[in-house]
């Protein structure tokens, strides 16, 4: 079986082919990021060790790899604990009937079961429980994520022009018929293959940061069709911001059907292929290298 250690070194092996342009300094640089985020991507408790997306009703419902009796309803996501079961939750363990509370959009709520952590969480207007067990074979077996080489030439200024108020948008999600709501800033100005282009950007994770989901010439050939993710730091005094398409990378949809991930916009599927970043996955039949 493959280890977390193992699944580290091959990925590392996988992404290391030498950037066609550029200083080693680059690529080496770029390298420890992308070893980074495979550990994070490979962590006991990440997406990759998902074993099931189940849609909560007002009708408790109880499944294979949960304990208890799930349901929700205005007062949000409950379980009914049977006897000689139990979770953990914010480090105490409760039996019974346990209330998780109004669940926001995008918010989640964990819980503990043995070896396996439960997210309980509302997606699309939805709450979902999605069960993470360690042993799951596409955690264990996976072997990282192939990608193109790094290349400076794909690390390119940009400026991010506000929008007057920000601005919800509205995108499809890998889920069919499930919508997400988005608040988008602004936009980010880039040059790309020399033509200029406007990309909508969300709201990243870091206070500041930006978040945008695109598809390109790639799409559905060497990258997962869907979408990729770039993640950009906060635009400096001046709205300037670096792209770094290197670090575009795979959302969960691109490795299991258990994931809820976002579509992008409209206007940030583009029509020139962005030769940079992460790959098609192995497992959705990607080259391994």
């Known amino acids: ?52 997306l189940h849609w909560l009703t007002k009708d ?27 979770l953990v939750v914010q480090d105490a363990e409760v039996t019974g009937r346990y209330e998780f509370g109004v669940i926001a959009e995008r918010g989640s709520r964990l819980a503990s079961s043995g070896d396996a952590a439960l997210e309980v969480a509302r997606r ?12 799951h074979v596409l955690r264990t077996e996976y072997v990282g994520t192939p990608t193109y080489a790094p290349d400076p030439g794909w690390k390119v200024e940009g400026r991010f022009v506000p929008f007057d108020q920000p601005r919800e948008v509205t995108v499809g999600a890998a889920v ?32 500041g940061s930006l978040l945008v989901l695109f598809t ?10 869907a979408n990729r993710a770039l993640n950009i ?16 990378t795979n959302l969960p949809c691109a490795y299991t059907d258990f994931a809820t991930c976002p579509l992008p916009p409209a206007e940030n ?13 192995t497992e959705r039949g990607g080259a391994a290298s």
């Open 269 to 281: 599927r583009l029509a020139v292929a962005i030769t940079a970043g992460e790959k098609i996955p």
């Open 233 to 248: 730091d906060a635009p400096d005094a001046d709205g300037r911001v670096v792209v770094d398409f290197n670090r575009s």
């Open 124 to 135: 699309g207007g939805h709450d979902i429980l999605r069960p993470r067990h360690p042993e």
């Open 1 to 52: 079986m493959t280890t977390h250690t193992d699944t580290l070194t091959q990925a590392q092996r996988i992404s290391a082919s030498p950037a066609p342009t550029g200083t080693a300094d680059f690529a080496a640089e770029w390298l420890r990021w992308h070893a980074r985020h495979e550990e994070q991507r490979a962590d006991k408790h990440g997406f990759l060790a998902i074993t099931g």
């Open 176 to 207: 069919e018929g499930l919508l997400h709501v988005y608040e988008a800033p602004g936009v980010v100005q880039v040059e790309i293959d020399g033509q200029s282009m406007s990309l909508t950007a969300f709201n990243g994770h870091a206070p």
């Open 60 to 86: 408790p419902t109880r499944f294979d790899d949960a304990p208890g009796l799930w349901s929700t309803g205005e007062a949000g996501p409950v379980v009914e604990l049977e006897a000689g079961e139990s």
């Open 216 to 225: 390109d010439a790639t799409s559905g050939i060497t990258t997962y069709a």
